[in-house]
């Protein structure tokens, strides 16, 4: 599917950025891409490029002078590499940075079933190593060539079944801070619960995912939305709270006796 139109000021900083030393494609990624977006949605480029090859510098991209912030190689995570927050002409545009050796590497991983969880900032569970391939299957390629992947038949099978376990030791965590009355800490391992058996139903959906937004939405479990909002301050509270999410997820706490 070709991409949507640009508006002139984001598709000239598309040709900039194919032009940056290093550069190998650019691609329209995120909600745009997938037509998702809001009016007020950003626009997401990606900027593929081999570091085994060309790095890319951030610094020539500093060098277009146009407003905003760009980051160092690695800044933003493992996961997510690094960027910018960019304004053109009134545009918000987020430049992504994504090395195409490190993401063909887990591409392979996956088919054939493995990944990693990464810890990542923004990400409440952490991301796993399939996140930058889902990229490359939504986007929308502006210049260049790149990898079009499927949801691996033998990642489905791995994915759903590593995240609904990790839904269920979260579980077990979270009746553990609820007898100690302790909100903050339960309610955390409660949306490590939500968000893992997300993930988990959405891999043996063989649906990607590229971030937390709308997760639980598109996993049909919004009914946690409300026990979350509310699960209470004293143990009897939590402890009703976590039940109610345990049965909302389909999931039992893992019990280590």
């Excluded at 990624?29 to 949605?41: W, Y």
């Excluded at 195409?100 to 900032?121: C, H, I, K, S």
Aim: charged share 20%.
């Amino acid at each position: 599917m070709p991409a949507p139109p640009l508006p002139a000021p984001v598709a000239a900083l598309a040709d900039e950025l194919a032009g940056l030393p290093g550069a190998l494609a650019v691609v329209l990624g995120g909600s745009r891409a997938t037509a998702t977006h809001r009016p007020d949605s950003d626009w997401d480029l990606g900027v593929y490029y081999r570091a085994s090859e060309q790095p890319l510098h951030p610094g020539d991209l500093r060098r277009l002078g146009h407003d905003g912030y760009v980051s160092e190689l690695q800044e933003w995570g493992p996961i997510m590499n690094g960027g910018a927050w960019l304004t053109i002409q009134g545009a918000p545009v987020d430049v992504l940075f994504r090395d195409l050796d490190t993401v063909e590497r887990w591409l392979d991983d996956a088919q054939q079933g493995r990944f990693d969880v990464l810890a990542q900032n923004g990400d409440v569970v952490g991301a796993p190593t399939y996140l930058p391939i889902a990229e490359l299957a939504i986007c929308r390629p502006l210049t260049g060539e790149l990898p079009r992947p499927e949801f691996p038949v033998a990642l489905a099978e791995t994915a759903a079944e590593r995240w609904n376990r990790k839904a269920r030791v979260a579980l077990m965590f979270a009746n553990l801070h609820a007898s100690a009355a302790d909100a903050v800490a339960c309610s955390g391992m409660l949306a490590q619960a939500v968000l893992s058996e997300a993930h988990a139903r959405l891999a043996q959906r063989r649906e990607w995912v590229v971030n937390e937004k709308q997760l639980v939405r598109r996993a049909g479990l919004d009914a946690t939305q409300q026990l979350l909002a509310a699960p209470g301050a004293t143990t009897d509270h939590l402890a009703d709270t976590v039940t109610a999410v345990g049965s909302a997820l389909g999931a039992e706490p893992l019990t280590t006796r």
